[in-house]
């Protein structure tokens, strides 16, 4: 990231429908995918006491460690991934959670995550263990379409996934502008307006390389168990499947019977969390115009009871499973 990008401060997104939706803000809260550091600071502004900000992404932390001494000890920076918040902190008065790409990992070409500008396929938030290039390398046919399907709902999978395999048989698949190609030449030419071609494919490797439907079912319930009675789960969400994945864990959490064609019919229980309002927020005109990347953003806030932390169906969340979990 250049200098200038670097100095202009990140304004996170459905900030300030978040900040309103937790008001008042008080006590100790923990920023469970820090990145760049805007919600966090969003937060010790609006009155938290203190602030944990959690990244997996040990560079990310690196760059915010000049600004976090601003705060002193109110705001503390902590490497690890979010599932695990409960080992960070507990008695938490509020968790957040961006699932969004932070922008500091795209605009960084070595990191890999982007088709716009050439650089090692890798993808990996922690950066440590399996890259991107080693998945489309090695994962059989099959494999790779139900990844592209399920996880990035790319409706071409199968031919993508296909010439994937013919590529690599000729040379390793090593780079992100490489694999972009790969994937135009196998849909039509994007229109105006429309998303680049390659857009749902990487989206279901990076969540394939990093785990994040299983991190972010982990992460809601570590959430559960962190929280005080009284404290609010706050989550942005950025596509579908994750909002479906997070609305289904509150309606599990909201006791009560009753079923839908989603899940079985539950026996009545204390409920876990209580929500205020059951639709999601999006972002208002103001914020779109300021924010284009706003317009996919999805807020749902829940706010947790006294009742002992609960089970979790993964597949009833609406989680993809690949042959392997199921």
């Not at 001494?69 to 109110?74: C, F, L, Q």
């Not at 922008?103 to 070595?110: E, G, I, P």
């Amino acid at each position: 990231m250049g200098s200038a990008a670097a100095s202009t401060p990140h304004i996170p997104v459905l900030i300030r429908s978040l900040i309103a939706a937790v008001s008042p803000v008080t006590g100790t809260w923990l920023d469970g995918t820090f990145g760049a550091g805007g919600y966090a600071r969003a937060l010790l502004d609006a009155g938290a006491d203190k602030v944990f900000g959690v990244d997996r992404d040990p560079l990310a932390l690196e760059m915010a460690a000049d600004r976090a001494a601003d705060y002193g000890d109110r705001l503390e920076l902590v490497q690890a991934v979010f599932s695990k918040m409960d080992e960070v902190a507990s008695d938490l008065d509020g968790v957040v959670l961006d699932l969004g790409v932070s922008s500091m990992q795209l605009d960084q070409a070595r990191r890999g995550f982007s088709f716009m500008r050439d650089g090692p396929l890798d993808m990996r938030m922690s950066q440590q263990g399996m890259t991107a290039a080693d998945l489309v390398n090695s994962e059989d046919e099959a494999e790779l379409a139900d990844i592209l399907f399920l996880y990035g709902e790319e409706r071409a999978s199968r031919r993508i996934a296909r010439a994937i395999v013919a590529k690599r048989a000729e040379v390793p698949i090593v780079s992100t502008l490489q694999l972009a190609e790969i994937i135009e030449g196998c849909l039509p030419r994007a229109k105006p307006g429309q998303a680049h071609p390659a857009t749902r494919s990487f989206q279901a490797i990076r969540i394939a390389v990093n785990d994040e439907y299983a991190e972010l079912i982990g992460g809601l319930e570590a959430a559960e168990r962190a929280l005080r009675p009284g404290g609010k789960l706050a989550v942005v969400t950025f596509h579908s499947i994750e909002d479906r994945m997070v609305k289904r864990f509150f309606q599990s959490r909201a006791g009560g019977g009753g079923g839908s064609r989603h899940a079985p019919e539950r026996e009545t229980f204390a409920p876990q969390f209580t929500q205020d309002n059951r639709k999601a927020i999006a972002a208002d005109e103001t914020e779109l115009a300021d924010n284009p990347r706003a317009r996919s953003a999805r807020l749902r806030v829940g706010t947790r009871t006294d009742a002992p932390p609960g089970d979790t169906d993964r597949k009833a969340l609406g989680m993809p499973m690949l042959k392997g979990d199921r």
